[in-house]
Protein backbone atom coordinates (compact mmCIF):
# COMPACT_ATOMS: atom_id res chain seq x y z
CA UNK A 1 0.00 0.00 0.00
CA UNK A 2 3.30 1.96 0.02
CA UNK A 3 2.44 3.43 -3.67
CA UNK A 4 -0.95 4.59 -3.27
CA UNK A 5 -0.39 5.96 0.53
CA UNK A 6 2.60 8.17 -1.02
CA UNK A 7 -0.03 9.47 -3.86
CA UNK A 8 -1.96 10.51 -1.08
CA UNK A 9 -0.24 12.09 0.94
CA UNK A 10 1.79 14.39 -2.04
CA UNK A 11 -1.67 15.24 -3.06
CA UNK A 12 -3.20 15.92 0.28
CA UNK A 13 -0.40 17.94 0.82
CA UNK A 14 -0.90 19.89 -2.08
CA UNK A 15 -4.71 20.27 -1.17
CA UNK A 16 -3.72 22.07 2.19
CA UNK A 17 -0.69 24.25 1.00
CA UNK A 18 -0.92 24.63 -2.59
CA UNK A 19 2.13 25.04 -5.11
CA UNK A 20 5.11 26.73 -3.30
CA UNK A 21 5.11 30.18 -3.60
CA UNK A 22 8.54 30.87 -3.23
CA UNK A 23 11.98 28.54 -4.08
CA UNK A 24 9.92 26.10 -6.11
CA UNK A 25 12.09 23.66 -8.17
CA UNK A 26 10.61 24.04 -11.10
CA UNK A 27 11.34 27.59 -11.15
CA UNK A 28 14.57 27.51 -9.81
CA UNK A 29 15.18 24.98 -12.82
CA UNK A 30 13.33 27.13 -14.94
CA UNK A 31 15.91 29.86 -14.75
CA UNK A 32 18.75 27.94 -15.44
CA UNK A 33 17.66 26.20 -18.69
CA UNK A 34 16.99 30.02 -19.28
CA UNK A 35 20.08 31.12 -18.75
CA UNK A 36 21.90 27.53 -20.43
CA UNK A 37 19.52 28.41 -23.69
CA UNK A 38 20.79 31.96 -23.82
CA UNK A 39 24.15 31.18 -23.83
CA UNK A 40 24.42 28.08 -26.08
CA UNK A 41 21.57 28.92 -28.89
CA UNK A 42 23.33 30.82 -31.41
CA UNK A 43 23.12 30.51 -35.27
CA UNK A 44 26.92 30.20 -35.04
CA UNK A 45 26.64 26.98 -33.40
CA UNK A 46 25.28 23.56 -34.64
CA UNK A 47 21.87 24.44 -32.57
CA UNK A 48 20.61 20.93 -33.01
CA UNK A 49 23.16 19.17 -31.26
CA UNK A 50 23.83 21.64 -28.81
CA UNK A 51 20.11 21.59 -28.08
CA UNK A 52 20.43 17.29 -27.22
CA UNK A 53 23.56 18.06 -25.10
CA UNK A 54 21.90 21.26 -23.40
CA UNK A 55 18.36 18.91 -22.88
CA UNK A 56 20.53 16.03 -21.62
CA UNK A 57 22.32 17.91 -19.17
CA UNK A 58 19.89 19.57 -17.71
CA UNK A 59 17.32 16.36 -17.20
CA UNK A 60 19.01 13.40 -17.00
CA UNK A 61 21.38 14.01 -13.53
CA UNK A 62 19.26 14.31 -11.05
CA UNK A 63 17.25 10.88 -11.81
CA UNK A 64 20.13 8.86 -12.74
CA UNK A 65 21.34 9.86 -9.09
CA UNK A 66 18.06 8.87 -7.43
CA UNK A 67 17.84 6.05 -9.39
CA UNK A 68 21.93 5.19 -7.95
CA UNK A 69 22.19 5.98 -4.35
CA UNK A 70 20.92 3.57 -1.77
CA UNK A 71 19.15 5.33 1.34
CA UNK A 72 16.78 4.06 3.83
CA UNK A 73 13.03 3.08 3.16
CA UNK A 74 12.05 6.25 5.33
CA UNK A 75 13.69 8.70 3.69
CA UNK A 76 13.44 7.14 0.23
CA UNK A 77 9.63 7.38 0.92
CA UNK A 78 9.75 11.37 2.28
CA UNK A 79 11.76 11.83 -0.65
CA UNK A 80 8.77 10.60 -2.94
CA UNK A 81 6.33 12.20 -1.64
CA UNK A 82 8.29 15.52 -1.91
CA UNK A 83 8.64 14.95 -5.21
CA UNK A 84 5.43 14.29 -6.33
CA UNK A 85 4.09 17.02 -4.24
CA UNK A 86 6.04 19.40 -6.20
CA UNK A 87 5.30 17.71 -9.75
CA UNK A 88 0.90 17.60 -9.14
CA UNK A 89 -0.06 20.90 -9.57
CA UNK A 90 -4.23 20.11 -9.02
CA UNK A 91 -4.62 23.17 -6.16
CA UNK A 92 -2.88 25.68 -8.50
CA UNK A 93 -4.29 24.45 -11.20
CA UNK A 94 -7.96 24.65 -9.99
CA UNK A 95 -7.21 28.42 -8.66
CA UNK A 96 -6.22 29.65 -11.74
CA UNK A 97 -9.02 28.61 -13.77
CA UNK A 98 -11.32 29.15 -11.39
CA UNK A 99 -10.31 32.76 -10.82
CA UNK A 100 -11.27 33.00 -14.55
CA UNK A 101 -14.73 31.60 -14.10
CA UNK A 102 -15.11 33.65 -10.94
CA UNK A 103 -14.57 36.75 -12.70
CA UNK A 104 -17.15 35.89 -15.93
CA UNK A 105 -19.50 35.30 -13.53
CA UNK A 106 -19.34 38.90 -12.38
CA UNK A 107 -19.16 40.16 -15.63
CA UNK A 108 -16.05 41.57 -15.57
CA UNK A 109 -14.23 41.08 -18.75
CA UNK A 110 -11.25 42.99 -18.22
CA UNK A 111 -10.18 40.86 -15.09
CA UNK A 112 -11.23 37.67 -16.90
CA UNK A 113 -8.98 38.35 -19.59
CA UNK A 114 -6.40 39.08 -17.22
CA UNK A 115 -6.40 35.86 -15.68
CA UNK A 116 -7.01 33.88 -18.68
CA UNK A 117 -3.66 35.73 -19.90
CA UNK A 118 -1.84 33.83 -16.98
CA UNK A 119 -2.50 30.23 -17.75
CA UNK A 120 -2.34 30.97 -22.08
CA UNK A 121 0.14 31.77 -24.16
CA UNK A 122 -2.18 33.54 -26.45
CA UNK A 123 -2.87 37.01 -26.95
CA UNK A 124 -6.25 37.86 -24.79
CA UNK A 125 -6.96 41.62 -24.87
CA UNK A 126 -9.80 41.11 -27.85
CA UNK A 127 -10.75 37.59 -26.47
CA UNK A 128 -14.84 37.76 -25.97
CA UNK A 129 -16.46 36.03 -23.22
CA UNK A 130 -17.09 32.83 -24.95
CA UNK A 131 -13.26 32.57 -26.10
CA UNK A 132 -12.04 32.83 -22.53
CA UNK A 133 -14.15 30.30 -21.05
CA UNK A 134 -13.12 27.72 -24.13
CA UNK A 135 -9.35 29.19 -23.63
CA UNK A 136 -9.77 28.06 -20.22
CA UNK A 137 -11.70 24.90 -20.38
CA UNK A 138 -8.85 23.88 -22.80
CA UNK A 139 -6.69 25.14 -20.86
CA UNK A 140 -7.89 22.98 -17.23
CA UNK A 141 -7.95 19.56 -19.31
CA UNK A 142 -4.48 19.71 -20.85
CA UNK A 143 -2.86 20.82 -17.71
CA UNK A 144 -5.07 17.74 -15.71
CA UNK A 145 -3.24 15.27 -17.60
CA UNK A 146 0.74 17.73 -17.97
CA UNK A 147 0.50 19.05 -14.43
CA UNK A 148 -1.18 15.83 -12.01
CA UNK A 149 -2.11 12.44 -14.30
CA UNK A 150 1.13 12.42 -16.16
CA UNK A 151 2.93 12.73 -12.59
CA UNK A 152 1.05 10.06 -10.83
CA UNK A 153 1.41 7.90 -14.24
CA UNK A 154 5.03 7.92 -14.21
CA UNK A 155 4.95 8.03 -10.54
CA UNK A 156 3.65 4.27 -10.53
CA UNK A 157 5.90 3.44 -13.73
CA UNK A 158 9.40 4.49 -12.59
CA UNK A 159 8.86 6.34 -9.01
CA UNK A 160 10.16 9.52 -8.27
CA UNK A 161 13.46 9.69 -11.07
CA UNK A 162 10.87 8.93 -13.46
CA UNK A 163 8.16 11.51 -12.16
CA UNK A 164 11.41 14.25 -12.28
CA UNK A 165 11.82 12.97 -15.90
CA UNK A 166 8.59 13.98 -16.69
CA UNK A 167 8.81 17.45 -15.49
CA UNK A 168 11.70 18.69 -16.56
CA UNK A 169 10.89 17.11 -19.96
CA UNK A 170 7.57 19.25 -20.13
CA UNK A 171 9.04 22.50 -18.48
CA UNK A 172 11.71 22.65 -21.78
CA UNK A 173 9.10 21.87 -23.76
CA UNK A 174 7.43 25.18 -22.86
CA UNK A 175 10.36 26.79 -22.85
CA UNK A 176 11.91 25.66 -26.10
CA UNK A 177 9.86 23.54 -28.04
CA UNK A 178 8.28 26.14 -30.37
CA UNK A 179 8.38 25.87 -34.24
CA UNK A 180 10.11 29.86 -35.06
CA UNK A 181 13.45 30.70 -36.18
CA UNK A 182 14.52 31.04 -32.41
CA UNK A 183 14.36 27.45 -31.01
CA UNK A 184 13.09 25.62 -34.76
CA UNK A 185 16.61 23.51 -34.60
CA UNK A 186 17.33 24.33 -30.84
CA UNK A 187 14.18 23.52 -29.23
CA UNK A 188 13.66 20.38 -31.64
CA UNK A 189 14.65 17.65 -29.08
CA UNK A 190 12.85 18.71 -26.31
CA UNK A 191 10.20 19.40 -28.17
CA UNK A 192 9.70 15.78 -29.63
CA UNK A 193 10.51 14.41 -26.15
CA UNK A 194 7.94 15.55 -24.64
CA UNK A 195 5.80 14.13 -27.41
CA UNK A 196 7.45 10.86 -26.45
CA UNK A 197 6.83 10.63 -23.16
CA UNK A 198 3.92 12.06 -22.67
CA UNK A 199 1.98 10.16 -25.02
CA UNK A 200 1.36 6.59 -22.87
CA UNK A 201 -0.05 9.44 -19.60
CA UNK A 202 -2.17 11.81 -22.42
CA UNK A 203 -3.68 8.63 -23.29
CA UNK A 204 -4.73 7.19 -19.48
CA UNK A 205 -5.97 10.91 -18.61
CA UNK A 206 -8.49 11.05 -21.99
CA UNK A 207 -9.44 7.30 -20.63
CA UNK A 208 -10.16 8.95 -16.89
CA UNK A 209 -12.04 11.86 -18.40
CA UNK A 210 -14.21 9.52 -20.33
CA UNK A 211 -15.00 6.99 -17.45
CA UNK A 212 -15.88 9.82 -14.85
CA UNK A 213 -19.10 10.01 -17.32
CA UNK A 214 -19.05 6.13 -17.22
CA UNK A 215 -19.46 6.26 -21.16
CA UNK A 216 -19.40 1.89 -21.30
CA UNK A 217 -19.29 -0.16 -24.43
CA UNK A 218 -20.40 1.22 -27.86
CA UNK A 219 -20.78 4.59 -26.49
CA UNK A 220 -17.69 4.84 -24.56
CA UNK A 221 -15.88 3.19 -28.01
CA UNK A 222 -17.41 5.08 -30.33
CA UNK A 223 -16.15 8.19 -27.77
CA UNK A 224 -12.79 7.32 -28.21
CA UNK A 225 -12.83 6.92 -32.02
CA UNK A 226 -13.97 10.30 -32.18
CA UNK A 227 -11.64 11.96 -29.75
CA UNK A 228 -8.72 9.92 -31.64
CA UNK A 229 -9.50 11.24 -35.03
CA UNK A 230 -10.09 14.68 -33.51
CA UNK A 231 -6.71 14.73 -31.68
CA UNK A 232 -5.23 14.02 -35.07
CA UNK A 233 -6.07 17.29 -36.69
CA UNK A 234 -5.05 19.45 -33.65
CA UNK A 235 -2.03 21.08 -33.50
CA UNK A 236 -0.62 18.90 -30.59
CA UNK A 237 -1.41 15.07 -30.74
CA UNK A 238 -1.50 14.70 -27.04
CA UNK A 239 -3.00 17.91 -26.14
CA UNK A 240 -5.71 17.44 -28.21
CA UNK A 241 -6.59 13.85 -27.18
CA UNK A 242 -7.20 15.47 -23.52
CA UNK A 243 -9.16 18.08 -24.74
CA UNK A 244 -11.15 16.57 -27.23
CA UNK A 245 -12.03 13.21 -24.21
CA UNK A 246 -12.32 16.33 -21.73
CA UNK A 247 -14.75 17.99 -23.93
CA UNK A 248 -16.67 15.25 -24.84
CA UNK A 249 -17.19 14.31 -20.95
CA UNK A 250 -18.43 17.69 -19.94
CA UNK A 251 -20.63 17.80 -23.70
CA UNK A 252 -19.07 20.85 -25.16
CA UNK A 253 -17.08 21.71 -28.49
CA UNK A 254 -13.60 23.07 -28.24
CA UNK A 255 -10.87 23.88 -30.68
CA UNK A 256 -11.04 26.33 -33.37
CA UNK A 257 -8.27 27.94 -35.52
CA UNK A 258 -4.65 28.16 -34.04
CA UNK A 259 -1.26 28.00 -35.41
CA UNK A 260 1.44 25.77 -35.38
CA UNK A 261 5.18 25.10 -36.21
CA UNK A 262 3.85 27.22 -39.00
CA UNK A 263 0.57 25.83 -39.99
CA UNK A 264 -2.71 26.88 -39.43
CA UNK A 265 -4.72 24.33 -37.91
CA UNK A 266 -8.84 24.05 -37.86
CA UNK A 267 -9.38 21.60 -35.42
CA UNK A 268 -13.00 20.94 -33.38
CA UNK A 269 -12.42 19.19 -30.26
CA UNK A 270 -15.43 17.34 -28.43
CA UNK A 271 -18.93 17.60 -29.46
CA UNK A 272 -22.24 19.60 -28.34
CA UNK A 273 -22.56 23.25 -27.55
CA UNK A 274 -20.23 25.85 -27.01
CA UNK A 275 -18.15 25.97 -24.13
CA UNK A 276 -19.35 28.71 -20.99
CA UNK A 277 -18.66 30.34 -18.28
CA UNK A 278 -19.83 27.73 -16.29
CA UNK A 279 -18.00 24.86 -18.13
CA UNK A 280 -14.76 26.20 -16.47
CA UNK A 281 -16.30 25.09 -13.52
CA UNK A 282 -16.79 21.57 -14.72
CA UNK A 283 -13.42 20.73 -15.65
CA UNK A 284 -12.41 21.54 -12.78
CA UNK A 285 -14.66 19.34 -11.21
CA UNK A 286 -13.62 16.31 -14.31
CA UNK A 287 -10.03 16.76 -13.90
CA UNK A 288 -10.74 16.31 -9.68
CA UNK A 289 -12.73 13.00 -10.55
CA UNK A 290 -10.10 11.42 -12.64
CA UNK A 291 -7.60 12.05 -10.78
CA UNK A 292 -10.01 9.57 -7.85
CA UNK A 293 -10.34 7.24 -10.36
CA UNK A 294 -6.60 7.01 -11.38
CA UNK A 295 -6.32 6.88 -7.45
CA UNK A 296 -8.40 4.33 -6.91
CA UNK A 297 -7.04 2.22 -9.42
CA UNK A 298 -3.98 2.16 -7.96
CA UNK A 299 -5.04 1.63 -4.58
CA UNK A 300 -7.43 -1.68 -5.91
CA UNK A 301 -4.22 -3.14 -7.94
CA UNK A 302 -1.95 -2.60 -5.61
CA UNK A 303 -4.92 -4.12 -2.86
CA UNK A 304 -5.15 -7.06 -5.45
CA UNK A 305 -1.27 -7.75 -5.93
CA UNK A 306 -1.05 -7.93 -2.29
CA UNK A 307 -3.56 -10.90 -1.67
CA UNK A 308 -1.93 -12.45 -4.75
Same mark, same amino acid.
Do not use: C
Given at each position: MLLCLTIIAALFIDYLFGEVRRLHP? *??FGNVASAVEKKLNRSCYPQKTLGILS?? *????? %? !??? #????????????? @?? %??VVYFAVGLNSL???????????KTNDIDLAREKVSMIVSRDTQSLEEK? %??????? /?? #???????VIASLFWFVVGGAPMVIVHRL?? /???????????? =?????? =??????? @???? !??? %?ISGLAYLLVKVLWGRQWLSSIIRSFAQCLKYKSLNGGWTIATGARAIGVRLGGSSEYEGKVFQSVLGEGREAEAEDIKRSAQ?????? =?? #???? @?TTVELVWGII
Open positions: L *VGWS *VLVLP %I !PII #LWSIQISENLSTI @ID %ILKTHVLDVYHALD %IARAAVE /TS #LENGHDAVN /TLDAMWGYRNER =FNRYGW =FAARADD @ILGL !PSA %ILVDRAV =FI #LVLS @I
